[in-house]
C-alpha cells in the first residue's frame, strides 16, 4: 500500500471543466465519518462512555477532550472547529495498569461496499489530547495492513493520514483502526473526519454538444491511468488521447481534433461500459501532474433495411442445367420469373391476371408479398424445362453494428443458403444435388412451399454481407416421379423468393468528455464543438 504526500492532500484541480457536485467517485463512502451524528455508524470494542473516561479502553462522541477529561487538551474538531470528534482513552495490555485488557483492540470498524479493480483512498485525521506516549494507531482493510501511523506528542493538532488501496476483486472492505501504543500512562487521542474514496474524477459525456448521455470517469494508480466511458446510449467506438500536453493531441490544420489519430481506439459494436488501461510510463513529460484528456465516442442510430428479391440487385453468378457436367460463369441481374395461376400445369402465356397473387404465393406457408419480394429466375421463362437447373443467386449488402436479422425464403423447387460463405440451411435438395441429375432421389418435387426462416443476427458482419442462395428446378420427365410427359416452361417453372430484415445501428450523433454546454472546453482555433479536458494526476510515493 501507498501512502499519498500529504502536500498535495489529494486535491481534485478541474481545468476547463465543471463536475458534477454528485459525482459517484467523489462520494464518501463511511457514514458519520465526521461523528456529526453521534455514537452511530461503526462499532468498537471499546466501551462506549458518554462522560466517565475511566478505566481505559473507553470512547466517546463529544466537541472537545476536556469535557470529558480535566488532563486533557481543550481544542475543537478537525472538521469546524465546534463539532464533534471521536475521543479515546487508549486500551492498555494485561499488567500494565489497572483495568487493562488485551482482549480489546478495534477503537473504529465499519464495512462499505466498493467496486472491483478500483483504487480508493482512505484518508481520517488524529490529534493527541495527552502528550505523553502517542497513539500508534493502524489501519487494515479486509485484514491487510495498509499503513500504521504516531499522533504528534504536540496536544490539539491534527494530522491528516492517507492510504490509497486496490479493491482488485472484492466488493466489500472493512476498514479497521486499531492503537497499537497500548500505555496505561498516556495513549490518550481523538480521530475525525474518516473517509473512503474512489480515487477519480468524472466529467460528463455529452452528445451534440449539450446532452448529457453519461460521463468520463478517470482514476490513476501508481502505475496506470484508467478511463472508463459510460453511456446511456450505445456506443459504436470510442477514441481517446492522453497527453502531457495540449498540442500533442492530434488535431488538423484548422485545430479539429482527428479522433481517427488517437493514439487509443475501439470498435465496440454496441458498448454502454468502456475502460482503458494506459501506462502511466507511457505518457512522455507530464508538467505539474496534469494530462490532458480528448475522449470521443460515436454513438449508435438505429435502423432498420429489408432487402427482397425482386428489386434488381440480385445477381445470378453461376447456372448448370441437369444434363451439364459443369457448371458455367454468369453475371447478371436476376430477373422476375413467370409465375403460375389458377390453371396449372396449363397456363398459357396471357398471365398478368394472376401473377400478383399467384398459385407460388397462395401456396407459401407464410405470405411474403406484404414484404415486397417477388419470384426470380435467370429468365423469365424457364430455359431447361425437362432437365432443370441450379442457379446461384448473389447479394450483397452494407450494414452497421448487426443488432437483429432474419431470413425468409422458398424456392421451387429447393435450395441451400449461405451468408457471408456459412451455410444458414437447406430444403428440399439431399446429398450431392448441386452435381446430379436433379432427379426425385436429389430434388424432391413436394414441400418447396415451406418458407424457411433463419435467425442471422450470428452470422452478420458490421460492414459487407454477402447472402448467397444454390437454387435447384427439378428434372421433370415421365422417367421420374410419375410425371405425365416431358416438362414445359408452364408445368415445370422455376423461381426463389425470399425477404432479408436487418436491425442494425448506423453511426449517429458523436459525444465528447467534457462538461455539457458551455462548461466545456473547446480545442483552440477549432471549427467544431469538440472539447477536452485536463486531469491532475494524484501523486503517490512510498511511505
Not at 500512562?185 to 454538444?209: H, K, M
Not at 481506439?265 to 505518457?283: D, K, M, Q, R, V
Not at 459487407?464 to 414445359?488: H, K, M, R, V
Not at 408445368?491 to 450523433?509: H, K, Q, T
Amino acid at each position: 500500500m501507498k501512502k499519498i504526500k500529504t502536500s498535495i492532500m489529494l486535491a481534485y484541480v478541474m481545468l476547463f471543466v465543471a463536475v458534477s457536485a454528485q459525482a459517484v467517485c467523489e462520494d464518501n463512502l463511511i457514514v458519520n465519518g465526521d461523528f456529526e451524528s453521534g455514537n452511530t455508524g461503526f462499532t468498537s470494542e471499546y466501551d462506549y462512555s458518554p462522560s466517565d473516561m475511566y478505566p481505559p479502553g473507553k470512547y466517546t462522541i463529544d466537541t472537545s477532550p476536556k469535557n470529558v477529561h480535566s488532563s486533557w487538551a481543550d481544542y475543537g474538531d478537525n472538521t469546524s472547529g465546534s463539532g464533534n470528534m471521536l475521543i479515546v482513552n487508549a486500551a492498555c495490555n494485561d499488567g500494565g495498569g489497572s483495568g487493562c485488557s488485551s482482549a480489546v483492540e478495534v477503537i473504529w470498524e465499519q464495512t462499505v461496499t466498493v467496486n472491483s479493480n478500483t483504487p480508493y483512498v482512505f484518508r481520517y485525521y488524529l490529534s493527541s489530547s495527552y502528550p505523553v506516549a502517542p497513539a500508534q494507531i493502524q489501519v487494515t482493510i479486509n485484514g491487510s495492513v495498509i499503513g500504521t501511523d504516531y499522533a504528534s506528542s504536540n496536544v490539539a493538532e491534527w494530522d491528516e493520514n492517507s492510504y490509497t488501496w486496490n479493491s482488485e476483486s472484492a466488493t466489500s472492505a472493512t476498514i479497521v483502526l486499531k492503537d497499537l501504543t497500548r500505555q496505561y500512562n498516556g495513549d490518550d487521542f481523538a480521530i475525525d473526519d474518516i473517509s473512503f474514496r474512489a480515487l477519480c474524477q468524472e466529467v460528463d459525456l455529452c452528445a451534440g454538444q449539450d446532452t448529457d448521455i453519461g460521463e468520463v470517469i478517470v482514476v490513476n494508480d501508481e502505475n496506470y491511468l484508467y478511463v472508463t466511458f459510460v453511456s446511456s446510449e450505445c456506443m459504436i467506438e470510442t477514441h481517446l488521447h492522453v497527453a502531457g500536453s495540449l498540442a500533442d493531441i492530434p488535431t488538423t490544420k484548422k485545430g479539429n481534433p482527428i479522433p481517427g489519430q488517437f493514439e487509443h481506439s475501439e470498435y465496440h459494436g454496441c458498448s454502454y461500459n468502456y475502460t482503458y488501461t494506459i501506462p502511466l510510463a507511457s505518457l512522455g513529460t507530464i508538467t505539474d501532474d496534469i494530462v490532458y484528456i480528448a475522449a470521443h465516442a460515436a454513438l449508435g442510430q438505429q435502423e432498420f433495411m429489408t432487402i427482397v428479391s425482386g428489386d434488381g440487385n440480385t445477381m445470378v453468378t453461376q447456372r448448370r442445367s441437369g444434363n451439364d457436367a459443369g457448371f458455367t460463369a454468369v453475371s447478371a441481374p436476376a430477373v422476375l420469373a413467370w409465375e403460375p395461376g389458377p390453371s396449372y400445369p396449363n397456363d398459357g402465356p396471357d398471365d398478368s391476371s394472376w401473377e400478383s397473387w399467384s398459385l407460388w404465393d397462395q401456396r407459401l406457408s407464410i405470405n411474403l408479398v406484404p414484404t415486397g419480394a417477388d419470384w426470380i429466375w435467370e429468365s423469365y421463362r424457364v430455359n431447361d424445362p425437362v432437365y432443370g437447373t441450379v442457379l446461384t443467386f448473389e447479394r450483397t449488402f452494407d450494414i452497421g453494428y448487426p443488432m437483429a436479422g432474419n431470413l425468409r425464403i422458398a424456392c421451387d423447387n429447393g435450395y441451400e443458403v449461405f451468408l457471408n460463405s456459412t451455410s444458414l440451411g437447406s430444403d428440399n435438395v439431399y446429398g450431392e444435388w448441386r452435381t446430379s441429375n436433379l432427379k426425385q432421389a436429389f430434388v424432391d418435387v413436394s414441400g418447396w412451399d415451406t418458407v424457411g426462416s433463419y435467425d442471422l443476427l450470428t452470422y452478420l458482419n458490421a460492414g459487407t454481407n454477402t447472402l448467397t442462395i444454390d437454387a435447384a428446378n427439378e428434372y421433370f420427365n415421365t422417367d421420374d416421379s410419375g410425371n405425365p410427359g416431358p416438362g414445359t416452361e408452364s408445368s415445370n417453372p422455376g423461381a426463389c423468393i425470399f425477404a432479408l430484415d436487418v436491425d442494425y445501428l448506423a453511426e449517429g450523433e458523436t459525444a465528447w468528455g467534457a462538461a455539457c454546454g458551455e462548461g466545456g472546453h473547446p480545442f483552440p482555433d477549432a471549427k467544431n464543438w469538440a472539447t477536452y479536458f485536463a486531469y491532475t494526476l494524484q501523486v503517490i510515493n512510498g511511505e
